[in-house]
Nanobody
Framework: QVQLVESGGGLVQAGDSLRLSCAAS????????TGWFRRAPGKEREFVAA????????YYADSVKDRFTISRDSAKNTVYLEMKNLKPEDTAVYYC?????????????????WGQGTQVTVSS
């Protein structure tokens, strides 16, 4: 079992950048595919980005493509989400989650373990 802790959220202005971190304890995070999801008030969880456990291929939602970058530092057992050109519609609680399956999924129910989330608020 892996435990996940997100950090790096905060209040920023539109156009600013922010880096979120997902620190894992327990098994090395490279044994899992890792996804970032977000949930805005009154909305369901939304897929943001994911990185495959084998090979490190990355995947993005259309809404964040070319603005967000997911990466992994195996030595630190941490996955990052670099967010650029933030928009008010990016405001949400951001969660990281891991999936032991070989293939990357965009479905929240496919992920096995979740962090508690970190709040990102983008003002216009």
């Amino acid at each position: 079992q892996v435990q996940l802790v997100e950090s790096g959220g905060g209040l920023v202005q539109a156009g600013d950048s922010l880096r979120l971190s997902c620190a894992a304890s327990g098994p090395t995070i490279s044994l899992y595919s890792t996804g970032w999801f977000r949930r805005a008030p009154g909305k369901e969880r939304e897929f943001v980005a994911a990185i495959r456990r084998i090979g490190g291929s990355t995947y993005y939602a259309d809404s964040v493509k070319d603005r967000f970058t997911i990466s992994r530092d195996s030595a630190k057992n941490t996955v990052y989400l670099e967010m650029k050109n933030l928009k008010p519609e990016d405001t949400a609680v951001y969660y990281c989650a891991v999936d032991g399956a070989l293939l990357v999924s965009r479905l929240p129910d496919d992920y096995d373990y979740w962090g508690q989330g970190t709040q990102v608020t983008v003002s216009s």
